[in-house]
């Protein structure tokens, strides 16, 4: 924006009819917007021809700006300098004597330099560049130029590359498409056009089958640290119908396909579907069947030329199943008693007999909630995934893949209500005092954080298993402490949607403004809590399966 005012120039915008105002030294043109302002057009009458720095902040957050900007901006005062470059983080401290050793200890006052462990030594524990808004706990420690022996600099620019597309393009627009209850189809495809949905399905990024790569990542140093992150970033935005919508269906029903589908089917969709030009989801759920998965009741039968499925019922809850072209579906394929030993799994392409339905729900409203009905639709053998009967094996596997992602979101959900609430109450002020200094306040932010940090160490841990596992031991070994961790992220998530919810107070009761990511997430925490099992069934299974494979590993009892 080149024109460049006086603050004498801005007075003279201050009726009614002609309404400038200064926001951080840039000049608004708000004789149109004011009628059309949500906080009325007699405050902002109240600031005309004025610096409205500090009435704007009071009221609003960044998203704003970044939303209205390039309608109502006309330019900036003259004493406004061009934004300097970031200066470099600070040095860390000389030590006097370098050859001083520093004992850990709690006494209060004493300087403790942790002696670095075995891990600091490797390249990839060297503390990076600090990255984000440095508030404590709000992002993980390694954005805060802490050590870590999980990143390196690759993971630095993919978080530097979609930070700045969450922060410039969707975050700013997310409150209009949860209501809207969809999000641009122009998005989705951005998904597939920079290289997203390729690096999202567990396994080792898939570059033969799209011409679309990361940017900042070459396909051969992906790891799952990267797929972590990008999900992780997504759930910035603070909403769990937007990260649903974009990696919701993808992310768990393309998976199966990629492992288990036969080569030739796998070849004739997956290309498109990696450019976000088709849509696929994942179809297990019935109106009577959720965890208790061998109970399935939708139906394929051989047809009689043993050519195609024929699949009868219904599925529920289904994510992205309104916009999807393709649905990777549990069927029943042998007797009503055949229990696990009985389920199939079969690509089924849209195609007659199929119909979607969007379902109203309380929560993730731009994620597409969907009822299925398939009526007589007729499925090639060749769209069978994994072999018949033994479709179980393909859902398990899935499992784990999808309960990290959950986690993942859970945790950064978190995090944005801790954030949410560390600036409000930076900034709100009640019986003369700053939120923050009300030891109440600090009391509920500390237990958010205590819960984030180490529930994120947790999954840091995982990841690194994961990452170092071939997949069928992953399954196996991992299985019980990914169903804890799920749990535990859930009722971190919970807790902090819930707290946020009272620093807040109405802000966060009425949607939209200020609060409106913590209101919005604390009606999507069910969503998080009952799919992908429910958080009862997680803690059940953390136990039953750990024990399980610590008996098979030599437990002595
Ligand atoms: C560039 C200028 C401005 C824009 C684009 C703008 C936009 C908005 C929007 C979109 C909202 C709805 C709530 C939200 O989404 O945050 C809102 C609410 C509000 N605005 Fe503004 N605004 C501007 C300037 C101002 C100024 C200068 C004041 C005060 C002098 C003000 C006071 C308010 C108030 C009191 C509310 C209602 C807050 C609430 O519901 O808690 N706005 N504004």
New binding site residues.
């Given amino acids: 924006m080149s024109t460049s005012f006086s603050v004498a120039d801005v007075a003279k915008h201050n009726k009614p009819t002609d309404l400038y ?1 200064v ?1 951080d030294e840039d000049v ?1 043109d ?1 004789t149109n ?1 004011q009628d059309n ?4 057009k007699k ?2 009458q ?2 005309a021809g004025k610096d ?1 720095s500090k ?2 902040w ?4 960044e ?3 970044k ?2 900007k390039a309608q ?1 901006q006309v330019g900036s005062l003259d004493s406004k300098k061009v934004e300097a470059a970031a200066p470099p983080p600070p040095a860390p401290e000389e030590q006097n004597d370098k050859s001083e050793k520093v004992v850990p200890s709690s006494e209060p006052g004493q300087v403790v330099v942790p002696a670095p462990g075995p891990a600091a030594a490797e390249e990839t524990a060297e503390a990076m560049d600090a990255f984000g808004s440095l508030i404590p706990f709000a992002d993980p420690n390694w954005y805060q130029s802490y050590h870590s022996p999980y990143y390196n600099e690759s993971h630095a620019a993919l978080r530097a590359e979609v930070r700045e597309w969450v922060d410039n393009e969707l975050e700013p627009y997310v ?1 209009e498409w949860d209501e809207a209850k969809r999000v641009p189809e122009k998005i989705y495809k951005q998904m597939g056009e920079k290289g997203y949905l390729a690096g999202l399905m567990g396994v080792h990024y898939d570059a033969k089958m799209t011409k679309n790569t990361v940017k900042s990542v070459p396909p051969e140093k992906w790891d799952l640290f990267h797929e972590m992150l990008l999900t992780d970033e997504l759930s910035r935005t603070g909403s769990g119908g937007l990260v649903w919508n974009l990696i919701g269906g993808f992310g768990i029903g393309c998976p199966p396909l990629v492992k288990f589908g036969k080569k030739p089917l796998v070849n004739r969709i997956l290309p498109d579907i990696l450019n976000g030009d088709k849509r696929i989801c994942l179809a297990i759920t019935e109106p009577d069947a959720g965890s208790d998965v061998a109970n399935l009741t939708c139906e394929a039968k051989l047809s009689e030329d043993g050519k195609h499925y024929i699949v009868n019922g219904e599925k529920k809850w289904i994510t992205n199943g309104i916009w999807c072209d393709y649905f990777t579906t549990a069927v029943r394929t042998g007797t009503p008693e055949s229990g696990m030993n009985g389920i199939s799994v079969l690509l089924i392409e849209r195609t007659e007999g199929v119909s979607t339905r969007k379902m109203d729900c309380q929560g993730v409203w731009s994620s597409g909630t969907t009822y299925i009905t398939f009526e007589d639709v007729k499925v090639p053998v060749e769209n069978l995934i994994g072999k018949e009967n033994q479709g179980f094996k393909v859902i398990m596997t899935n499992f784990n893949h999808e309960r990290i992602g959950i986690i993942i979101q859970c945790l950064r959900f978190s995090r944005v209500c801790f954030e949410e609430c560390v600036k409000y109450a930076n900034k709100r002020k009640t019986f003369g005092q700053k939120l923050i200094n009300h030891p109440v306040i600090r009391l509920k932010l500390a237990h958010m954080a205590r819960q984030i940090e180490s529930s994120y160490s947790w999954l840091e841990n995982l990841v690194y298993q994961c990452q170092r596992m071939g997949e069928t031991e992953a399954m196996l070994r991992l299985g019980g402490a990914i169903a804890g961790l799920k749990a535990q992220a859930t009722t971190t998530f919970e807790f902090c949607t819930k707290e946020a919810a009272q620093i807040f107070g109405g ?1 966060a009761y ?1 949607r ?3 609060g ?1 990511k913590v209101e919005r997430l604390y009606r999507d925490t069910l969503a998080y809590k009952i799919p992908g099992g429910s958080e009862e069934i997680m803690l059940d299974l953390s136990i039953r399966q750990s024990m399980r494979v610590h008996k098979a590993l030599g437990m002595k009892l």
Avoid at 37 to 40: A, C, D, F, M, T
Wanted: hydrophobic share 40%.
């Fill in positions: 105002i926001v608004y708000l917007f302002h949500p906080g009325g405050i902002l109240r600031v409205a009435q704007f009071k009221y609003h957050n998203s704003i700006l939303k209205y109502l409150t802000l009425s939209g403004g200020q409106g």
